[in-house]
């Protein structure tokens, strides 16, 4: 039971480390250049747009 927890948690800390983006957190937004707030750059690492933009961004995609 030990060993089957202990790959568990394993398994978990690669996923994690592998599923975290790659990119670099931009300091103005790539559509409108914009400055984006360092508190929105803390919560989304690895943003590249403004709360503005990325809204509009999603909102086309559906």
């Known amino acids: 039971m030990a060993q089957a927890h ?6 978990r ?21 914009a400055p984006i707030p360092e508190q929105r750059r803390r919560a989304v690492w690895g943003v590249t747009r403004c709360v503005s933009c990325q809204d509009m961004g999603e909102r086309y995609s559906r």
Not at 6 to 11: K, V
Not at 18 to 27: D, G, H, I, S, Y
């Open 13 to 33: 800390n690669i996923a994690s480390v592998v599923n975290r983006p790659v990119c670099v957190t931009a300091l103005f937004c790539e559509d409108c250049d």
């Open 6 to 11: 202990a790959d568990e948690m394993l398994a």
